[in-house]
């Protein structure tokens, strides 16, 4: 399969723990997206990275995020004492490089649910 | 900022016609997109319009009109795997990035 990879797939987690998500994105695609989705919501945006650099970070992201993709390659999130109102789905995105159409049509992995008991 | 609106639910029956209406503000309009997710899926792409007009993809067209800041998803010939929520979003070069703002969804109930 050579879609975007998401893992895990569930996670339950209790109040103030600590998590980590991965995401593996298309392998030629240098563009790499997190976003979140809560229910009956569209997915919000959350960071992005072009190779490994991180250019853009949502302002509604608090502190307790944090996410790298250190060889440009795979990336991972962080979200560090998570809270009830952290549950969601965490859903990661790739795009080739390129101007648009191109580089406009994101292809989705099947994301992370997140639960915080 | 953005912000979109669209429709929460439309229903129609099998092998009908639907449109699905999305009117957005933002800053810096750099095309709108359409998504489709099923129930527990991922979000698929389906279109793309940068410029007026209307773009065709078998089944399913999109129009845009930039000056009403407006745009519609055609699903021709409905089929019942056609239930699912569909999802009109903006593309933002704010911040030199290439974020998607996505509008609230709207819930398609293909019935027979």
């Known amino acids: 399969d050579t879609g975007v990879s998401q893992d895990p797939r569930h996670k339950i987690t209790k109040r103030g723990q600590n998590v980590t998500f991965r995401c593996d994105p298309i392998?030629?695609?240098?563009?790499l997206y997190w976003y979140r989705q809560t229910l009956g919501q569209g997915p919000e945006f959350l960071t992005y990275f072009q190779n490994e650099a991180q250019l853009e970070k949502s302002r509604l992201l608090s502190d307790r995020f944090s996410a790298e993709r250190p060889k440009g390659s795979f990336s991972t999130l962080e979200i560090q004492r998570t809270e009830q109102g952290d549950s969601a789905m965490y859903l990661c995105?790739?795009?080739?490089?390129?101007?648009?159409?191109?580089?406009?049509?994101?292809?989705f992995g099947p994301g992370t649910r997140l639960t915080v008991l | 900022g953005q912000s979109l609106e669209q429709p929460s639910e439309v229903t129609a029956v099998e092998g009908a016609i639907v449109q699905i209406n999305c009117t957005y503000q933002t800053s810096g309009f750099y095309g709108l997109s359409w998504y489709q997710q099923h129930d527990g899926g991922a979000p698929t792409f389906l279109s793309y319009n940068a410029l007026d007009g209307l773009e065709e993809t078998g089944r399913f067209s999109s129009f845009l009109s930039r000056s009403d800041s407006y745009g519609y998803l055609l699903l021709q010939e409905l089929q019942m795997k056609d239930s699912a929520s569909y999802f009109c979003a903006v593309r933002d070069w704010t911040g030199g990035g290439n974020k998607l703002t996505f509008g609230t969804g709207t819930q398609l109930k293909v019935e027979l």
């Open positions: 995105a790739s795009s080739p490089p390129g101007l648009a159409p191109e580089g406009h049509e994101q292809f």
């Open positions: 392998s030629e695609h240098n563009r």
